[in-house]
């Protein structure tokens, strides 16, 4: 048995599942994973045995259980430093953090209208609510590439929580067709090709189950 466990839910749907999956797998920690179906009748009961919100995903080491994809950031940050899933530098880490607390806390209306589905491919209009989400995001990644990326393929060069925020958004720019070009591409590309997003996303596509109107 591992020293961690992560709980998580469908790869193909729960996006914030992906993200702490992506910040854990970056430390090179040996971790088990559980898997718990979501909207399900039993989902929520079965949820609870593991985190108190109710959600996932869930991380429990030793005695510490700690939920919230953020919070499961933080803490690995702090006993894995050489993983870096900050940046070194306090003033750089400060605009990190925005970054990821703007993942977390917006971006509502993509969220609502183009959830996480990386097995498939559809259609969608973009009507102005999204696409007022979308120029944010996307120059939000021109802004961190062009002024802290320069070590790397990643918004601050090397991968970090900050890309593990985003990878989802990379997915939906996929699975709905949405344009991306020059700098946004390049990091889209970077991010896909990462290995343990490959990961998650072979699985994802390789999962039988199906949820009909899965948001977030």
């Not at 918004?155 to 958004?169: C, H, K, N």
């Amino acid at each position: 048995m591992a020293e961690f466990t992560i709980y998580i839910g469908n790869k193909n749907y729960s996006s914030w599942s992906l993200r702490a999956w992506l910040m854990l797998k970056q430390t090179g920690a040996a971790f088990d994973e559980e898997l718990i179906p979501i909207a399900q009748p039993t989902s929520r009961a079965e949820i609870l045995r593991y985190s108190p919100s109710g959600k996932v995903p869930t991380l429990v080491h030793g005695d510490v259980t700690v939920w919230e994809s953020l919070a499961i950031g933080e803490y690995l940050a702090e006993i894995f430093p050489a993983a870096k899933l900050w940046p070194e530098s306090p003033s750089v880490r400060a605009v990190a953090r925005a970054v990821s607390h703007e993942m977390h806390a917006g971006f509502m209306a993509m969220r609502r209208h183009f959830p996480m589905n990386m097995r498939s491919v559809f259609d969608r209009d973009i009507i102005p609510e999204i696409q007022g989400d979308l120029d944010r995001i996307t120059a939000l990644w021109r802004d961190c590439r062009q002024h802290y990326g320069a070590g790397g393929d990643f918004l601050f060069g090397e991968f970090g929580i900050a890309d593990a925020m985003y990878a989802p958004v990379v997915s939906r720019f996929r699975t709905f067709k949405l344009p991306l070009e020059g700098e946004t591409e390049a990091y889209a590309k970077a991010i896909e090709a990462w290995p343990a997003y490959q990961e998650w996303q072979a699985a994802a596509r390789n999962e039988p189950m199906i949820v009909d109107q899965w948001e977030f």
